[in-house]
């Protein structure tokens, strides 16, 4: 089974993605390798806007009829949106994982540690 994978943001090892933005933040969602194993994602919990994060730092949960799962920022910074949408309609994560189904966006303290995370080819490599 092959799975999306756009080569326009980066991966961390626990499948969220990571997009730069226009205006410099960095949108944040899960695969669509993630969003198929989990299943019919029922739930997101996620942080407030003004929360601190760090790189790496849980900042939420999905849960599906399969399996509760962290949420792990892969930048740190302040969290400058959510996406509010998933409250009341969390499959959204299944049915658009990269577009309608973004979980937040974050002011990167550090823009280098976007640079850090996996590519897309390494990124298919470790779900292959």
Do not use: C
């Amino acid at each position: 089974m092959s799975f999306d994978v756009p080569d326009d943001r980066r991966y961390l090892e626990s499948h969220e993605w990571a997009l730069e933005t226009d205006d410099g933040t960095v949108q944040v969602g899960i695969s669509d390798f993630a969003q198929d194993e989990l299943g019919d994602v029922v739930f997101v919990e996620l942080p407030d806007v003004g929360d601190d994060l760090s790189q790496e730092a849980e900042f939420g949960v999905v849960e599906s009829i399969k399996a509760v799962s962290d949420l792990y920022a892969p930048v740190g910074g302040e969290v400058v949106a959510i996406n509010d949408d998933l409250f009341d309609a969390p499959e959204l994560v299944n049915d658009d994982p990269f577009g309608e189904g973004w979980m937040l966006e974050i002011e990167p303290d550090d823009p280098d540690e976007l640079g850090a995370l996996l590519t897309a080819d390494e990124y298919e490599k470790q779900i292959a």
